[in-house]
């Protein structure tokens, strides 16, 4: 068992993890009989409705579709109810790995580092940001949006800059979500300019960060295309889109990017 | 306004959606005045190409005039007519800047979906799946034209829509093929369809020196075009038992130098391998039928090159790699890199070298596009090229014979 989220130290002990997840193990044996698969499957299918349901409508009148749906999901998804303890350490021994990603941009490094460098321009090109003020002195002021609606909100710091070559930061303690990450900005192959690469780790921190995680967690895709959006701008001075343009007659159920 | 919507497998509706809106600084909106009907539209009428959507504007091969720009396009005016090619290319990335205009890094807002299927995304283009960026194509009154400041050309002034309205496909796609040929003196040039591309490939055959051109086709009317507009011999691929042999005696055993597939994934054919292929993308089992590619491969002379400006989507079965292989060819293809060519063959329609509007059989009011297509697709009322009038004033104008029994557009 690997914790590979390292921001919290009170989560490196492992040995404890081990001996909960064997227990585990054996509960899910029990279960795996057709009945039992059947009944995940449901629980599944009508959690993921609800949170689905109030995922739509997002208003305070379908919370409680959101809160009656979620732990079915959860449940559905991983043969245990949501107790705080079992969400704690389920989320402490399965945290995600570090999304890693990178991209070829035909700029030079320097001018890449002074766009980042400003986080308050992250928005710009990270589609789940909201905003980023800078609070000074290396410390800024996050916001992200979440599927539901709801806002996560967190401080983070700076932790490492080398000026037109790497940056890194961390939320500080007592955030929602614990979280951090690195840019590395090195020159390309060839004069074609430099080569990003990011690393981002995500922890969330309760019960109610934990269904966020399972309901949203921060796929390399979601870096990638980042990215590309980061790519898009600084090339070609802004990001492509087709957001607002006509269209005939669309499908009840037209499927959007999910990017 | 009014456009032409693709709503599932061989139905294409004439809506009335909104208007477009410029949403990026580097956008202009034009007004269509000349739409064509592209036979890569007919890959999409046919339903086979993947990531269509009901309600998708098609289109890709359009001119107009400028009537609004973005704050960043310091180019153009209101009231330039302009030309526009099917790619949109951001003209900064590493392929923009070495003229590989189609395969543009920053124009597709849908890499993940290229990237998935092909592993990484060429550029955005119009009215051409989502894959491509799902962007509203110029079958339509209006549409939104990103990256104004480099896409278009600008028409210089008294030269007619139908002149230079292929400047922004099919002429440069035909024209690429040839270039792509590396033609040398004393070549055989053979092409695979009689198309509006293939028409163009034979002509750009000849102004990049080729000593012969062999057309292949089984539409009478577009090998009588190869033949009498295209100076071309000509192969009628159902009046032969073999098109192999008949071009290995044309060229006294060696083969053609040059061959150029202007079919691509939806050949027709009546051969073992042509049904084959017909019951595997029947049953989804086979995305493209590459009856023309096997047989331009099989037909090359050693050492010669394939090019490929026809389209091809997905997955093909039973392409003699061996052939391929063992006879050392060189296979080029890609969508076109239409910028690099428009400059050049505008001056060449100028010059009087080439006459672009020979290949239009049909000029038709906007909302008349779903007859069309199916009209062009089918190949009734000997139909070769579809131009469509968003003003309303296309009229169904019957093709006219010239003297050699050729077929001629009216202009």
């Known amino acids: ?259 | 306004m009014r456009a032409v919507c693709w709503n599932g497998k061989n139905d294409i509706r004439v809506e009335t959606v909104p208007d477009p809106e410029i949403l990026n600084p580097r956008d202009a909106i034009v007004r269509v005045t000349s739409a064509a009907i592209c036979g890569s539209d007919l890959h999409l009428y046919d339903g086979y190409i993947p990531t269509m959507q009901k309600g998708d504007i098609l289109g890709h091969e359009f001119m107009g005039e400028v009537v609004e720009v973005g704050p960043a396009v310091k180019n153009l005016s209101v009231g330039d007519r302009v030309v526009v090619p099917f790619n949109i290319a951001c003209g900064q990335c590493f392929f923009c800047q070495r003229e590989l205009w189609s395969l543009c890094d920053n124009s597709n807002p849908n890499t993940w979906i290229a990237e998935k299927m092909m592993g990484h995304s060429p550029a955005g283009l119009y009215g051409y799946s989502h894959m491509t960026g799902g962007y509203a194509g110029g079958q339509a009154e209006y549409v939104r034209v990103p990256f104004a400041d480099v896409n278009p050309l600008k028409v210089p002034d008294g030269m007619p829509d139908e002149q230079v309205l292929f400047l922004g496909d099919i002429f440069p796609t035909g024209y690429m093929a040839a270039e792509n040929c590396d033609i040398r003196q004393g070549d055989t040039v053979a092409v695979w369809g009689c198309g509006p591309v293939a028409q163009f490939a034979i002509q750009s055959a000849w102004m990049l020196g080729a000593e012969r051109v062999i057309a292949i086709d089984s539409v009478p009317e577009r090998l009588l075009l190869a033949q009498t507009w295209g100076r071309a011999e000509v192969i009628d691929s159902d009046q032969v038992d073999s098109v192999l042999d008949t071009l290995n005696e044309m060229t006294g055993g060696m083969g053609p130098d040059c061959c150029i597939d202007a079919v691509g994934m939806e050949a027709h054919g009546h051969s073992v391998d042509a049904l084959y292929d017909k019951a595997k993308q029947t049953l989804r089992m086979e995305t493209d039928r590459p009856h023309a590619l096997r047989e331009a491969i099989m037909a090359c002379r050693k050492g010669g090159t394939v090019s490929i400006p026809g389209v091809y989507g997905g997955f093909i079965d039973k392409v003699p790699m061996g052939a391929a292989f063992n006879k050392g060819l060189t296979l080029k293809m890609g969508q076109t890199h239409v910028h690099r060519y428009m400059r050049p063959l505008l001056e060449r329609i100028q010059n009087g070298d080439v006459d672009p509007t020979r290949v239009i059989t049909h000029r038709l009011p906007l909302d008349e596009a779903p007859q069309a297509y199916r009209t062009f697709r089918d190949k009734e009322d000997n139909c070769i090229k579809v131009v469509l009038r968003p003003d309303g004033n296309g009229h169904h104008l019957h093709r006219h014979h010239d003297g050699n029994g050729g077929v001629q557009g009216a202009v």
């Open chain 1, 1 to 259: 068992m690997r914790d590979d989220v390292n921001l919290n130290p009170s989560h490196q002990g492992t040995g404890s993890l081990e001996v909960h997840r064997t227990s585990d193990f054996d509960a899910e044996q029990e279960e795996s009989n057709l009945a039992g698969k059947v009944g995940q499957a449901v629980m599944i299918v009508s959690g993921a409705a609800l949170v689905a349901f109030a995922a739509r409508r997002r208003s305070w009148s379908t919370l409680g579709a959101a809160l009656a749906g979620a732990p079915l999901l959860y449940r559905g998804a991983t043969g245990h109810w949501p107790t705080p303890q079992a969400v704690t350490q389920r989320v402490g021994a399965s945290a995600p790995k570090p999304v890693e990603a990178s991209v070829t941009i035909g700029k030079p490094a320097e001018e890449l580092y002074t766009f980042w460098r400003n986080l308050e321009n992250l928005p710009q090109f990270m589609k789940n940001l909201e905003s980023v003020v800078n609070l000074g002195n290396g410390r800024s002021h996050w916001v992200a949006k979440s599927p539901l609606g709801f806002k996560v909100e967190w401080d983070a710091e700076i932790v490492e800059e080398r000026e037109g070559h790497f940056l890194s930061w961390r939320s500080l303690p007592g955030a929602q979500v614990h979280n951090a990450g690195t840019v590395l900005f090195e020159p390309a192959l060839g004069g074609r300019g430099t080569v990003v690469r990011v690393t981002l780790e995500f922890k969330p921190a309760g019960l109610g960060s934990a269904i966020g995680k399972i309901l949203r967690p921060t796929t390399e895709q979601e870096v990638r295309e980042d990215l590309r959006r980061f790519k898009n701008l600084m090339e070609a001075g802004e990001i492509p889109t087709t957001d607002g343009q006509p269209a005939g007659q669309r499908h009840l159920l037209s499927l959007r990017s999910p990017f």
